[in-house]
């Protein structure tokens, strides 16, 4: 079926002429991959995380934390869908922003990516590290760094399919664990009668608790939990039919995960219901060895490490790598002859991926996890706000969709995302705000370089 307004022959069109670009990458993704590329890069077993900040900040009622975080995301991941349906491009909210909103905060929506994703492969592999010392102390971070950094590079400069193929396998070990976990958790409750001793609407609801306040708070945990969810939007290049593809996986992969975090998070409660005497950091690893004994414990360690450092890496990297590659090949950012080519033999943004390897060695080595955090934090909200406000300009105040339908889809939903960002965006510390718009700044003088006083656009508009 056609968009409204949208020619017979618009869909005929070829691939540069819609889009002022030439298809360079290699068309091999479909549906089920573009799932499990965004479920892994939100982490199934993210639970093992934040549970225990969740749960202590909500009384014990941390799925009900995911369950909001999951309501208060699906507005902005219906921004993507209809986003990736009209500009079918790698860039992600990059490409969406400049195309909807305006070229030139398109380009600071870039900038404020690269800050957000460049450094997420550093932080995982450094979170890794951290965890693979309660396995294997003594190994020095600089080898976990190196190593792990060479592992994803390599993977993901030989090909998309070879992630893919790297995704399929950490999504299965990981569901594995999960349905492992929640069995043992039931013998526990349900036969052996610890914990709740039985099924509770407790950790969902309880009387006198929930107000505005908690509900505010409970959203500001859980939206940082499902970012990534917007990765997939970064394959659209790669990806078979995206116009209808990209878009139905953005949001069924947001739905997934939350599914995915409710059930594992509801489990461990009606295990373990007292939330005051859980550790911040393995709280949610000592109700594993609770329940399943060491053997649990240790497996979940062990895959998280790998997962987290490797798999979680890997797309994040292949992700940020194709920004860097769209930016490029618009000529927005330094060395974009450089960054901008494609692998001859394997289609792939070849330097661009490498670069990330080199950036994701350094981040690790020499910022603390604490800020990194919030550095990626402040710029997937930053991201998550414009690309709200690009969906309201591009289809209610440009092409004037102006139905009932239409206001709904586009200006009722995405003003409720940008709403619910903008709370949580609000609410950064200090520090946060420091160095994200000092980044900001550093973006505003380099694109007005670039544009020569923010006259000129990339070559690829004018010729659409």
Known sequence: MLNSGESPNTRREPAEKQTGYTQELRRTLTFKDLVTFGLI?????????VYALASAESFGMAPLVYLVGMIAMVFTALSYSVMSREFPIAGSAYSFVQRGLNPHV????????????????GMLISFSNLWLSAVLPGIPPIVILIVFAAIITLVNVRG????????????????????????????????????????????FYQPGKVDLQFIATAASIAVLGFIGFDSISTLSEETRNPTRTVGRAVVA???????????????????????TDLDPGMGYFDIIREVGGDVLYYAFIVIGVACVGIANALTVQSAISRVIYSMSRDKLLPF????????????????????????SVLTGLFLSLDLLAKLVNFGAMSTYMLLNL????????????????SLIRYLVCPLIGFSVIGFIWSGFDKTTYIIGFAWLAIGIVFGAIKSKGYREVPPALSEI
């Open 160 to 203: 998309i399919i070879l992630t893919r193929w790297a995704s399929y396998l950490f999504l299965f070990c990981q569901l594995g664990l999960i349905v492992i976990f929640i069995i043992c958790a039931l013998k526990y409750v349900l036969i052996d009668g610890n914990g709740l001793g039985g099924f509770s609407l407790s950790p």
């Open 390 to 405: 690009s969906v309201i300009t591009h289809f209610i105040i440009k092409n004037k969709r102006r139905g009932f339908g």
């Open 106 to 121: 398109g380009f600071l929506t870039g900038w404020i990516i690269i800050l957000d994703y460049l450094i997420i492969p």
């Open 41 to 49: 890069t939100m982490l199934p077993i993210a639970p093992t995380q």
């Open 336 to 359: 974009s002859g450089i960054l901008s080519k494609v692998h001859d033999r394997y289609k792939t943004p070849a330097n661009a991926t490498i670069f990330v390897g080199l950036v």
């Open 253 to 275: 992969s947001l739905c997934l995960i939350g599914l995915l975090f409710l059930s594992q998070s509801y489990f461990a409660t009606l295990a373990h219901p007292d939330h």
